[in-house]
């Protein structure tokens, strides 16, 4: 099975842009969800979504919000771009059943430089 | 609230030696417990999880971990490190939140495992 990728791995924006990222989960898989990682506040959970539904949200601003598409694709968006938004997003799929315990698996991360 | 602690932000061990990472969690209910590596430029990889059962859990490249419910603690370990293992190792912790069956997993700040040739 291919696993869980990403687009694109790199981007360069500038402040007050906006950006819109991708995420293709692995086959079969319907949970996806949206993490932020920087060096100083490490893995931080931005959003999970389970059939076209966000399902949990984590404590970031309106500026950054997400969709899910019916072949369980996801987008993640961030409008109004600051410095402080660099950073490593990551995405990791599930197969999302409610009550189970399965493990993601994450791609490879979209590195974000905003200047 | 969910938490999760890893004490040391670096772990230094000679190749061939057994090596220990640590982790210790907070949360209210069953905790749902992960360890996950990162190399460089690279997304996280699963090492392995504890759901129930037996407080040993084998995972990937000869990792273990043991959970301990007393310590409220999940230490990562192999008995013979690899200068390949040389990463960063994350814990992380899942509780399910009512109603929502939410997959939201709470991450340790990691630790860097240097393994010296």
């Known amino acids: 099975k291919a696993g869980v990728t990403q687009t694109p791995r790199y981007l360069i924006k500038t402040r007050g842009q906006q950006v819109t990222l991708s995420c293709s989960p692995i086959s079969g898989h319907r949970s996806v969800s949206w993490y932020q990682q920087t060096p100083g506040q490490g893995l931080q959970f931005l959003f999970e979504?389970?059939?076209?539904?966000?399902?949990n949200k984590g404590n970031f601003p309106g500026r950054f919000s997400g969709r899910q598409f019916s072949n369980s694709r996801s987008e993640m968006n961030v409008s109004t771009l600051e410095l402080g938004d660099s950073a490593l997003y990551l995405c990791?799929?599930?197969?999302?059943?409610?009550?189970?315990?399965?493990?993601?698996?994450f791609g490879p991360g979209t590195r974000l430089t905003v200047t | 609230a969910q938490s999760v602690a890893q004490p040391e932000d670096q772990v230094n061990v000679a190749e061939g030696n057994p090596l220990t990472v640590k982790c210790t969690y907070s949360v209210s209910g069953n905790p749902y417990l992960f360890w996950y590596v990162q190399y460089p430029n690279r997304g996280l990889q699963f090492l392995l999880k504890?759901?129930?059962?037996?407080?040993l859990v084998k995972g990937s490249y000869g990792f273990e971990a043991e959970f301990n419910k007393s310590q409220t603690s999940f230490h990562l370990k192999k008995p013979s490190a690899l200068v390949s293992d040389s990463a960063l190792y994350f814990c992380?912790?899942?509780?399910?939140?009512?109603?929502?069956?939410?997959?939201?997993?709470?991450f340790g700040k990691g630790t860097k495992l240097s393994v010296i040739p």
């Open positions: 504890y759901i129930t059962g037996d407080n």
């Open positions: 979504y389970f059939s076209e539904t966000q399902r």
């Open positions: 992380a912790v899942r509780e399910l939140y009512s109603g929502a069956g939410s997959y939201q997993l709470t």
């Open positions: 990791a799929s599930s197969l999302g059943d409610g009550g189970r315990t399965y493990e993601q698996y």
